[in-house]
């Protein structure tokens, strides 16, 4: 048997069980409510690992290996900013935010949790939320388009169109028809083969360079001794400032990414967030010491086979593809696929929710029959796609590029506003609305000025303190939404007898 068919076997096997899971999981959904939040019905572990997959995406086995094999252990404080910014996710929104979405309307999606909260009667927070979702996810889910493109040119020596439209494709169908429950379920076996193929493969290539300190010698001696610092290897400049603080930056999007947050919102109770917490974090931190690792043990790797790698965002592909058994590399190959396909699911989700749940809504009364919606959550499912397909035909950024621009665009724009509505009693519409279309702006604006500072830090802030001056010149007191932040702080420390999803 050839090396290929071994290779074409193992993913064939993958794509099968994906689509299993998600005929299962279609078997489950029976409303709106199950295809777009499985009913609140998550358990801890499920939702743990489905955010850790949705989150990472191509750029945990793709772009962040590349980056710290074309740089150097400076790109690492991605991955530092990024654990410090998920472990303060789950334990300060992720518990408050479970509750206080059943308290406020049982609310199913981000942006219909603000207008109740809020009280927002002009419908406008509602529209621009829904708004910065399809806008920004348009772009991450291309990111995801484009890393299945050029996987298939690396991995295959195949045609990069045609590797986008097949991943886009598989990704689709157990999307379109599994709902939240299909990407979650699908999440947890991507979740478990990315951390695995993690640890696989920078042990085998460190075995077969020599050793540990073959390895660290050949780093030096092929890329210079800057790659081992954290600092670059050179003298402390504005320059090295600038660049780790942008780097730290990356934590603060955790708190306004849907696609993530979700998952809070689907757990059975609040009090399972801390459970959640303990192994998402886990899964997280080593998985990104594994992409660091097989970005550097990638340099004596490459040096030692002789091997030009053209593309860095390729070197786990490359690694895996000539270090094991054809088989195993297909399931390396697969694990790959799996934090590509892992996000484009969860985010084909939230941009269905945003169509229906968030525009539609506004401007046409509910359909009289529930299963109308979860049509419709499907057919703005495949509308998605298929604008995130077109984009990604010839695209004009690196998949680490594009997914920094989404996640700053996300983190800008509900970063503050989630943080606000769920810790400050006093936050108005009118200064979500204002701190919501501040931060989106100031990314696209930021982004542009080419300062080198990462531009989700200056639009964070800048919509923090818009959102804090303009509440306070709007206030008004209203006794219902007291009232609802108190009992969501009932709830977090006595947990109703039945819950939303749970069964009586």
């Known amino acids: 048997m050839s090396d290929q068919i071994f290779l074409y076997l193992a993913l064939g096997l993958y794509f099968a069980a994906m689509l299993l899971i998600g005929y299962l999981a279609y078997r489950r959904t029976d409303d709106h409510e199950d295809y777009m939040l499985g009913g609140r019905n998550l358990p801890p572990w499920v939702a743990a690992l489905s955010a850790g997959a949705s989150d990472m995406s191509g750029w945990l086995v793709m772009g962040l290996?590349?980056?710290?094999?074309?740089?150097?252990?400076?790109?690492?404080?991605?991955?530092?900013?990024?654990?410090?910014?998920?472990?303060?996710?789950?334990?300060?929104v992720a518990p408050r935010l479970r509750?206080?979405?059943e308290v406020s309307r049982n609310s199913i999606t981000v942006p219909s949790f603000f207008e109740n909260r809020l009280r927002d009667s002009t419908r406008l927070l509602r529209i621009l939320s829904g708004l910065v979702v399809l806008v920004f996810f348009t772009f991450y889910i291309s990111s995801g388009m484009v890393a299945g493109g050029v996987f298939f040119e690396s991995s295959f020596n195949g045609d990069y169109l045609v590797g986008m439209l097949l991943v886009g494709g598989i990704t689709l169908l157990y999307t379109l028809f599994g709902g939240f429950l299909g990407a979650s379920f699908t999440d947890v076996v991507q979740g478990l083969m990315m951390v695995i193929a993690l640890i696989v493969v920078p042990i085998s290539a460190v075995i077969a360079v020599g050793g540990i300190d073959e390895t660290t010698s050949l780093i030096a001696e092929n890329a210079g001794s800057g790659h081992l610092s954290m600092l670059g290897g050179a003298a402390v400049t504005g320059g090295t400032v600038i660049a780790i603080i942008s780097a730290l930056a990356w934590g603060l999007g955790y708190f306004g990414q849907p696609h993530i947050i979700v998952r809070f919102m689907a757990l059975r109770s609040p009090q399972e967030a801390k459970s959640a917490r303990r192994i998402g974090i886990s899964w997280m931190i080593v998985s990104l010491c594994g992409a660091i690792l097989s970005g550097l043990v990638g340099i004596a790797y490459m040096a030692s086979q002789g091997i030009d790698l053209s593309n860095p965002e390729t070197v786990v592909l490359v690694m895996s593809q000539t270090l094991l058994h054809p088989f195993i590399a297909g399931l390396i190959l697969a694990a790959v696929l799996a934090a590509i396909m892992s996000t484009i699911s969860s985010q084909l989700i939230v941009c269905s929710s945003a169509l229906v749940e968030d525009l539609y809504k506004v401007f046409r009364k509910q359909p009289p029959n529930p299963k109308s919606l979860v049509l419709m959550g499907r057919l703005a499912v495949l509308a998605v796609a298929i604008i995130a397909i077109v984009l990604a035909i010839t695209p004009n950024d690196t998949i680490l590029g594009l997914v920094a621009f989404a996640w700053a665009g996300f983190g800008a724009a509900f970063g503050p506003i989630i943080l606000l509505s769920l810790f400050w009693r006093k936050l108005t519409n009118w200064g979500a609305l204002a701190g919501m279309f501040v931060g989106a702006a100031t990314v696209f604006i930021w982004s542009s000025l080419g300062t080198g500072l990462y531009e989700l830090l200056p639009a964070f802030v800048l919509a923090l303190i818009v959102a804090v001056v303009v509440s306070l010149a709007t206030y008004r007191h209203n006794e219902e939404i007291?009232?609802?932040?108190?009992?969501?702080?009932?709830?977090?420390?006595?947990p109703r007898p039945h819950a939303v999803g749970d069964t009586p």
């Open 65 to 92: 290996p590349g980056a710290i094999f074309l740089t150097g252990l400076i790109e690492a404080w991605i991955a530092i900013g990024l654990t410090i910014g998920a472990y303060l996710n789950w334990l300060l």
């Open 99 to 101: 509750a206080y979405t």
């Open 482 to 494: 007291q009232r609802e932040f108190t009992d969501t702080g009932t709830l977090l420390t006595v």
